[in-house]
């Protein structure tokens, strides 16, 4: 299973099941994963930095993995109905 699926999963355990269906035949929703993912690791790359930016840079990504995991929560309930 592709990595960036099972950070989705990470992030909404209850709904693993509908998230490795739908990634399975919509590849928006494969992409808006992957994204997530690449939020997620970014923040934690800037977390781990001695720059004098890094806090901004980790807060700026935390926040996008937030929205985008509010994407894909709401794309999940779409779907569901």
Do not use: K
Not at 16 to 35: Q, S, V, W
Not at 61 to 79: I, K, V
């Amino acid at each position: 299973m592709d990595q960036s699926i099972l950070v989705a999963i990470a992030r909404f355990p209850d709904r693993g099941h509908a998230i490795e269906e739908l990634a399975r035949t919509d590849e928006d929703f494969r992409l808006l994963c992957a994204d997530l993912a690449d939020a997620e690791a970014a923040a934690i790359r800037w977390e781990r930095s001695s720059l004098p930016v890094s806090a901004a840079r980790s807060a700026e990504y935390r926040e996008l993995a937030r929205d985008l995991a509010a994407e894909l929560e709401a794309t999940l309930d779409c779907h569901a109905q």
